[in-house]
């Protein structure tokens, strides 16, 4: 599988910012589609996942509210929408295929974009 991200950037906190994930070449079983983030000195965080079946979503608590993720088909491209963003939102954001539903474990992932929130 082929996971190809961008969108990521420089943004004062308060700003927005739409990172979008190309997906190509599947040849896992993987449950759904996600975000997660790493940054430095900071454990892996599960931001954001869709489902494959239902489109049902998940979001970690730090970014409810504020991310909204989605998916078009035609396009076979993921999105997260993240508004309101603040300082702490900083890492290396990477798609994923989501194998087992909780937005934990993860199987493949894009090479990662950076977005960093100044305050």
């Known amino acids: 599988v082929q996971l190809v991200e961008s969108g990521g950037g420089l943004v004062q906190a308060g700003g927005s910012l739409r990172l979008s994930c190309a997906a190509s070449?599947?040849?896992?079983?993987?449950?759904?589609l996600g975000w997660f983030r790493q940054a430095p000195e900071k454990e892996r965080e599960g931001v954001s996942c869709i489902t494959r079946s239902d489109r049902s979503t998940y979001y970690a608590d730090s970014v409810k509210g504020r991310f909204t993720i989605s998916i078009d088909n035609a396009k076979d491209t993921l999105y997260l929408q993240m508004n309101s963003l603040k300082p702490e939102d900083t890492a290396v954001y990477y798609c994923?295929?989501?194998?087992?539903?909780?937005?934990?474990?993860?199987?493949?992932w894009g090479q990662g974009t950076q977005v960093t929130v100044s305050s």
């Open positions: 070449g599947f040849t896992e079983d993987y449950y759904g």
């Open positions: 994923a295929t989501d194998l087992g539903g909780s937005c934990s474990n993860f199987g493949s």
